[in-house]
């Protein structure tokens, strides 16, 4: 049984030195439970980092509760710690967070903390870098701080999937990376669907929000306005405006397109689906 992870009537408020007038988070309510890879978008100052600190409990609501397969994750006697294993949370420039000489002792840190035997530690390392795309005979004795920032943060992100997590959030992955970076990100989130681990990222790329997701979460002033899939956000002007969102750039620029093109290729969103049709529906030449 897949890890169901649901939220009810969430609102949330900052204490302390950080004391926030009004509610960061206001009844926000859904379900994560599919295997699917899901977005999390809406303006800056909206809420998505302070929401998905709330998965894992390391921030508390001021009301409602956070389910984790019918159980309260703040009930008394809840296991976080073993809760923690089953969802990995990546923060924003992870990389900054390497410590070890090696790529193999960083990525084998959280593993090792289990207590795993050195087989299944090996194991862990290796096919967690692969996941990421890195050739782990070529980086394992390699130092992190004498990688480039993309692989960096692919061997930050191999640490906690070593940990092999049911769920992975990632906040913001492709942040400072180049074009390049973010289509190894976006190969990464695919792979973790196909091998049956449900990822949830943060983003403003919504190029990556075509290319990867298959469902999206708007954001705006701490409520949830939207949950469907992109297709249906694209399309829909209303939210798209209320939480300033663009379309993605492939949509605008195919936009001067569109109209002149067969019922067939109308509704793609990214290069990848037009290349698809394409193959599917192939344009007659004119003679």
Request: proline share 6%.
């Amino acid at each position: 049984m897949s890890l169901e992870l649901r939220l009810e009537k969430i609102s949330f408020h900052y204490a302390g030195i950080a004391a926030s007038a009004a509610p960061v988070l206001r009844d926000v309510s859904f379900t994560l439970a599919e295997k699917k890879c899901m977005a999390i978008v809406g303006p800056s100052g909206s809420g998505k980092t302070t929401l998905i600190q709330h998965f894992t409990g390391l921030l508390r609501p001021t009301s409602g509760r956070v389910l984790v397969d019918g159980a309260d994750i703040h009930g008394k006697k809840y296991p976080l710690t073993a809760l923690r294993r089953r969802i990995g949370l990546v923060f924003q420039f992870p990389e900054a967070q390497l410590f070890e000489e090696t790529v193999y002792r960083d990525v084998a840190f959280g593993p090792t903390n289990l207590g795993l035997s050195v087989e299944e530690i090996d194991l862990r390392v290796r096919n967690a870098l692969m996941l990421t795309g890195l050739d782990a005979d070529s980086f394992v004795g390699r130092s992190p701080f004498r990688l480039s920032e993309g692989e960096k943060r692919k061997v930050a992100i191999a640490g906690v999937l070593a940990m092999q997590p049911e769920m992975i959030i990632l906040d913001e992955p492709t942040a400072g990376l180049d074009p390049v970076g973010v289509q190894s990100m976006a190969a990464i989130l695919e792979a973790l669907v196909d091998r049956g681990t449900t990822p949830v990222f943060i983003t403003h790329h919504m190029d990556l929000v075509a290319e990867v997701a298959q469902r999206v979460l708007v954001l705006s002033a701490g409520s949830v306005i939207f949950d469907d899939t992109p297709e249906q956000l694209f399309k829909n002007t209303a939210v798209l405006e209320k939480a300033k969102l663009d379309l993605p750039n492939f949509i605008q620029e195919f936009a001067a397109y569109r109209p002149s093109l067969p019922a067939a290729l109308q509704s793609v969103h990214t290069y990848r689906q037009l290349v698809h049709r394409l193959q599917q529906h192939p344009l007659s030449r004119p003679s």
